[in-house]
């Protein structure tokens, strides 16, 4: 079997390019891998042979034509099931959607056809990327490709998933509220969480719309920067992206980070719920940084402490707005045997939805009700404003801040899902960014003492995306290459 | 008891853009149903809205000509209910924070002049269209409904009274008043006929003199100005022996009925929905630019109140005659073009308010699309000026002319119906009526006056109506003078 599948997307690409390889034995080596694989691994809920085959073909004739291509053409994609795929059907992993076919394409897929990148397939979530685990799937959850008997961390686990077992050099998730840092943390890859309207979000199912964001996955910080840039930018179908040029992500990569202020947030490391193999880590990673010529401060941010009680008014708030639509009226699952409308509705959304869905539907119903608006939604957006300031505090004396993605390693599979609370806990460092609207990564930094990965988490402003690129590829120099997970040696 | 009445009044009005609110779709009434439609306005999974700045424009110009405040910063929220011809199940509409607020417009009745305030005027969107198929196609005992989505996301404008009405007489007249604005704006075609304009009301009642206000019914399904006068005409009567018999009105919303002209309830107070309303965090906040605003100011055309006070100073009409020319900038177009071929302004305004206007409604047409060209019209009224044709035989002749598209001077001709002024061939037709109606001439001449107009009516139907009226008269009197023969 091809080994093409332990290489690097920019690699992979370039080796097209050169012709060393060609586009269509790039994603036969990575078909291959997700048949041998994802029967374990559970990173798919729907394969795109055909779409990718095709994809690969047209990137071979270009390169047979002698034009010119993106750095990533021909590299394989793995794409969240919540980016709507026309004429390929799209779940957000729920039974309302199971046989839901779009009759169009989201914006990112449009400008991933354009770049010439093919996609594998549509990869796990929890359902309607509520969750930190993929075990709210209703297809059942992907697992950690370190540890098979524990989960890849979610919501984006599937995408993430994928590019940790060499299933796709590169992965494209959504991160609402840590859900594709988090995994990312939780299965040693790298995670960008960008700027809110820095990418499109027409034809992204949506969860919650002010907080919604796509960002790549990949197992480098130059791939994950080469493969925003294939995406990011203003679109015209998005009323709240941001109409600013796309930088060169890669251009900066290679400038150190001498003199750069770095503030760590003490709140976090010194928190109690904080695994002491984490902190371990992030602790000689930011040594790392102040090695290669970083200006290290400390710095508190104690309103964050709220930001995650403001998220769970918010997010269920605009989540129990924008899920409404599945009703058994137009598309998705309509019950049988229905006595009326509203009947229909009922039925149709009880046996659609799942536990958590409904959990959060309900939760904020509650919170946008008449007289209960001003206690509850209200106060959380005054929380944000309150994060978003805080932040630019913390901006005025540091560039970027440090701490860790997760409070924890890869939990077992079952351990939280019996406890809400305690699975909301595994996105409280990530939160706040989603909430400001900013910008956010995470880059692998090591293995716990149980001998799962860690990830370090860098944050900047709004649009500091090539600042953020800057940092972790400097952390990567220092760190060196990053250890495989156990199933690129055993099959 | 006497009570008055306190009213306030809903207007929906569906802005006539070529595009839909938030995305491209074609807004044409009357389209094959759902062929309108794309994931945007369909609600599809992850589709997201852009608003319309064109209809943003026509928002704003209708609160300036409304004298509203427009709003230097405005929002656009989330009204969230379920129903099946709402893709989302939820509007996208404005809330607390409307782009305009504070107008007024004024209006005229019999009592004179009322300002009535203009609380807001937003922008939302409109929902699809409900075909309950059953025996009385409500929903209620339909065996299923069909959806059609052609209107799903159409630009709607609503626009909001104060409680400043007081008469069905003064709803009737707000409701024209702002229609004859929106027409002279361009902005919708306003036709209730087809719901490019709705209206639900607000009304109860009070003492006559009291402050506070009476608990208030909402009244829809009225599709005619003319059924928003008789659906809060019943009301009130209905509240006034509710109130008389010592009941209290019940707060609901009532279904008028076009056929019984009576209300009845749809639902009560305890089930009004929680729409749950929030910033829609798909769209961003309105800021409209201060010289954006004043682009719009400058260019706003003139207002009908004041087409009509110009009318009135500068050809000498009357309110009423004001009134009709001045309801649409068709009809102030149709009017100049009259004068500039020739009409005199009074016969042109007298001539529009009368047969043009009964043509029009026989035939349900706008005065835009009028089968009688001005030149046409002015030609007739200078026919009968000139002594040509008769007054009576000229307005019998147009109401053909416009039943055939015909030119009523061709139609004239055609028929023979020029007017008889020739002495002689008035002569004839007299000694004729003379020679048959001897008794009458005799009385007559002998001193009984009254008898003159028998014999006149006797001799233009001789004449087929067509004796030139005054030829008429002076030779009857000739002959009737000539000694008894």
Not at chain 1, 433 to 458: E, F, K, M, R
Not at chain 1, 464 to 486: H, K, M, N, Q, T
Not at chain 2, 403 to 410: K, M, N, R
Request: glycine share 10%; charged share 25%; hydrophobic share 40%.
């Amino acid at each position: 079997m091809s080994e093409l599948w332990r290489l690097g997307a920019a690699e992979l690409a370039r080796m097209i390019a050169a012709k060393e390889a060609s586009a269509r034995e790039v994603t036969e080596a990575h078909l291959d891998r997700i048949a041998v694989l994802d029967d374990r691994v559970h990173a798919f809920i729907t394969v795109t042979p055909e779409l990718a085959r095709a994809t690969a073909g047209e990137v071979d004739a270009r390169v047979a034509r002698g034009e010119r291509l993106h750095p990533l053409a021909g590299a394989p994609v793995a794409i969240k099931d919540i980016l709507c795929t026309d004429g390929i059907r799209t779940t957000a992993a729920s039974r309302i959607l199971a046989d839901y076919v779009p009759p169009y394409d989201c914006t990112v897929v449009e400008r991933l056809r354009v770049a010439g990148l093919p996609i594998v397939g549509k990869a796990n979530l929890d359902e309607f990327a509520m969750g930190s685990s993929t075990e709210n799937s209703a297809f059942g959850p992907s697992l950690n490709p370190w540890d098979l008997t524990r989960v890849a961390g979610g919501s984006s686990g599937g995408s993430v998933a994928a590019v940790a077992a060499g299933m796709a050099p590169l992965g494209i998730g959504t991160d609402t509220g840590g859900s594709i840092r988090q995994p990312a943390s939780l299965c040693g890859v790298v995670g960008v969480k960008p700027t809110y309207g820095r990418v499109s979000r027409y034809g992204i199912i949506a969860f919650a719309s002010s907080l919604d964001q796509v960002g790549p996955i990949a197992r480098s910080t130059e791939d994950a920067a080469l493969l925003l840039g294939v995406f990011a930018g203003h679109d015209p179908m998005d009323a709240t992206s941001i109409d600013d040029p796309v930088p060169d992500y890669r251009a900066a990569l290679g400038e150190g980070i001498e003199g750069l202020r770095v503030g760590v947030i003490a709140d976090w490391m010194g928190g109690d719920g904080l695994q002491p193999g984490v902190k371990a880590r992030v602790r000689e990673a930011i040594d790392a940084l102040a090695a290669a010529g970083a200006r290290v401060g400390e710095v508190s941010l104690p309103v964050f402490e709220y930001a995650l009680s403001a998220y769970y008014l918010i997010a269920p708030a605009e989540c129990s707005s924008n899920l409404a639509r599945y009703d058994g009226v137009r598309q998705g699952h309509r019950a049988a045997n229905a006595t009326d409308v509203v009947d229909l509705n009922t039925r149709t959304r009880t046996e659609g939805f799942g536990d958590e869905v409904k959990r959060r539907i309900m939760l904020g119903t509650y919170a946008l009700s008449v007289g209960y608006y001003d206690a509850y939604y209200g106060k959380a957006q005054q929380v944000r404003t309150l994060v978003i300031r805080e932040f630019e505090r913390a901006y005025a004396d540091f560039d970027v801040l440090v701490g860790p993605t997760s409070p924890t390693t890869a939990f077992a599979v079952g351990e939280k899902t019996g406890d809400p609370l305690a699975m909301y806990l595994s996105d409280v460092y990530t939160i706040p960014t989603n909430l400001a609207g900013a910008a956010g990564i995470s880059v692998p930094c090591g293995l716990s003492d149980d001998g799962l990965p860690v990830g370090l988490q860098v944050l900047g402003p709004p649009l500091s995306e090539p600042l953020l690129f800057r940092v972790a590829a400097a952390y990567e120099r220092a760190r060196g290459p990053a250890p495989d997970p156990p199933l690129w040696s055993a099959p | 008891m006497t009570y008055e009445a306190v009213i306030g009044l809903e207007v929906h009005v569906e802005l006539s853009t070529r595009s839909k609110m938030f995305c491209g779709c074609a807004t044409t009434f009357g389209a094959e149903p759902n062929t309108q439609t794309c994931p945007v306005c369909l609600g599809q999974p992850g589709s997201l809205p852009v608003p319309n700045e064109r209809a943003i424009e026509h928002l704003m110009t209708i609160g300036l000509a409304l004298s509203c405040r427009i709003a230097g910063h405005s929002i656009f929220h989330r009204k969230n209910y379920f129903y099946p011809d709402m893709p989302k199940n939820y509007q996208i509409s404005q809330y607390d924070l409307p782009l305009c607020v504070d107008g007024h417009l004024e209006i005229e009745d019999a009592g004179g002049t009322h300002r009535v305030g203009i609380t807001r005027a937003h922008m939302e969107e409109d929902t699809g269209k409900s075909l309950h198929v059953g025996a009385t196609g409500r929903i209620a005992d339909s065996s299923h409904s069909l959806v059609d989505y052609n209107r799903a996301g159409i630009p709607l404008v609503e626009i909001v009274s104060e409680p400043d009405i007081r008469t069905p007489e003064q709803a009737q007249a707000y409701l024209t008043e702002l229609r004859a604005i929106l027409l002279t704006l361009g902005v919708s075609d306003v036709r209730m006929d087809e719901g490019s304009m709705r209206c639900d009301a607000n009304v109860s009642l009070r003492r006559a003199g009291a402050d506070a206000y009476g608990v208030k019914v909402e009244v829809k399904n009225m599709n005619s100005i003319r059924s928003v006068g008789r659906a809060l005409a019943y009301e009130i009567e209905r509240q006034t022996r509710v109130l008389d018999r010592g009941d209290a009105v019940v707060q609901e919303t009532r279904h008028f009925d076009e056929g019984t002209g009576k209300t009845s309830s749809m639902r009560s107070k305890e089930e009004a929905f929680d729409y749950r309303y929030f910033p829609e965090p798909d769209l961003v906040p309105i800021a409209p630019a201060e010289e954006w605003m004043e682009k719009l100011r400058a260019g706003l055309p003139e207002l009908p109140r004041a087409r009509r006070e110009r009318l009135t100073a500068e050809h000498a009409l009357t309110p009423e005659q004001a009134a009709f020319v001045g309801a649409h900038p068709m009809s102030v177009a149709y009017f100049e073009a009259l004068l500039a071929a020739g009409a005199p302004a009074r016969d042109a305004a007298v001539w529009m308010a009368g047969e043009l206007s009964r043509a029009l409604n026989d035939h349900g047409e706008e005065i835009g699309a009028a089968r009688i060209a001005p030149e046409q019209l002015a030609a007739l009224i200078e026919a009968v000026a000139g002594g040509v044709v008769n007054l009576n035989t000229a307005k019998k002749v147009f109401l053909d002319a416009y039943e055939q598209s015909a030119d009523p001077l061709a139609l004239i001709a055609e028929r023979g119906l020029q007017q008889v002024s020739d002495d002689g061939a008035v002569e004839g037709a007299v000694r004729e009526v003379i020679g048959a109606h001897a008794a009458e001439a005799a009385r007559y001449r002998a001193g009984e006056q009254k008898v003159f107009g028998f014999l006149m009516g006797q001799t233009m139907k001789a004449l087929k109506g067509q004796g030139a009226p005054d030829v008429v008269k002076r030779v009857l009197a000739d002959v009737l003078g000539e000694p008894d023969g």
